[in-house]
C-alpha cells in the first residue's frame, strides 16, 4: 500500500459525458501526478501539481482539467469523453525533491 | 528537453537468465534516477533510485543499477531472473533543477518458465 487513493476504482460511462477522478496524496506529500495508461500508448504524463499549483503539464487534452485543493487532494475532470479516452488514470504523489512518485491503485475508464 | 530512453521495448528471456535493460536520458543537469516496476493488473512500485554517492545501487528482488555519468544512462540488472519477475519495468529521471520527472516508455520483461 502506497498510502496514495484514488477513487472510483472502475468507471463505466459513454461517450460525450463528463466524469471526475479523484486523488489523495500520502501524508505530508504537496506534489500530485496524473498519468493516463492505454494499451496503445504506454504511460503518458498528463499534469502535476505542487501545493496547489500546477507544476508541469504533459500530453494533456483540452477536454481534460485537474486542479489541487488546499487539502492537497486532487480531482481530474474528463469531458466530451471519446473512446479512445478509455484506460487506466493513474494518480501518483511525491515530496519534492527527491521526486520518488508513490503510484495510486488506478481508475479503469472505460467508455462505451 | 528533457527525455528518457528505454531501448529495449519487449524482452523475453528464460528463467535464471540474466538481464540487463537500458535507459538513457538527455539532460545534463544534477538528476535523481528511479527504476520502477509495473507487475499484471496493479499500479507502478518503485525498485530502486539513485541520488548521490556510490553509482552502483541495490533494490529490492535482487534487482540493482549502475548510474554512469559520461553516459547518461542508468541500466537495471539482475544476475538471474524468476518467471515472478514478468512485468513491465519503467525508468525514471527526476531533473533537480526543474523539480520534474520523466518516465522511459517502458520495457515489457516477460519470464518463460
Known amino acids: 500500500d502506497s498510502g496514495v487513493t484514488q477513487t472510483p476504482k472502475h468507471l463505466i460511462t459513454a461517450t460525450g459525458q463528463r466524469v471526475t477522478l479523484r486523488c489523495s496524496p500520502r501524508?505530508?506529500?504537496?506534489?500530485v501526478y496524473w498519468y493516463q495508461q492505454s494499451l496503445d500508448q504506454g504511460l503518458q504524463f498528463l499534469i502535476q501539481?505542487?501545493?496547489?499549483?500546477?507544476?508541469a503539464k504533459g500530453n494533456i487534452l483540452e477536454r481534460f482539467s485537474a486542479q489541487q485543493f488546499p487539502d492537497l487532494h486532487s480531482e481530474l475532470n474528463l469531458s466530451s469523453l471519446e473512446l479512445g479516452d478509455s484506460a487506466l488514470y493513474f494518480c501518483a504523489s511525491s515530496a519534492s525533491p527527491p521526486g520518488e512518485q508513490y503510484f495510486g491503485p488506478g481508475t479503469r475508464l472505460t467508455v462505451t | 528537453a528533457q527525455s528518457v530512453s528505454q531501448h529495449n521495448h519487449h524482452v523475453i528471456l528464460s528463467e535464471a537468465a540474466s538481464l540487463e535493460l537500458g535507459c538513457n536520458y538527455s539532460?545534463?543537469?544534477?538528476?535523481?534516477l528511479f527504476w520502477y516496476v509495473q507487475y499484471p493488473g496493479q499500479h507502478l512500485q518503485l525498485l530502486l533510485k539513485y541520488f548521490s554517492g556510490d553509482p552502483l545501487v541495490k533494490g529490492i528482488k535482487g534487482f540493482e543499477a549502475e548510474f554512469i555519468k559520461s553516459k547518461f544512462s542508468f541500466n537495471l540488472r539482475k544476475p538471474s531472473v524468476q518467471w515472478s519477475d514478468t512485468a513491465e519495468y519503467f525508468c525514471?529521471?527526476?531533473?533537480?533543477?526543474?523539480?520534474?520527472?520523466?518516465f522511459g516508455d517502458g520495457t515489457t520483461l516477460t519470464v518463460k518458465p
Open positions: 501539481y505542487y501545493n496547489g499549483e500546477e507544476r
Open positions: 501524508s505530508g506529500d504537496l506534489s
Open positions: 539532460y545534463g543537469g544534477t538528476v535523481n
Open positions: 525514471a529521471v527526476y531533473n533537480t533543477n526543474a523539480g520534474k520527472s520523466t
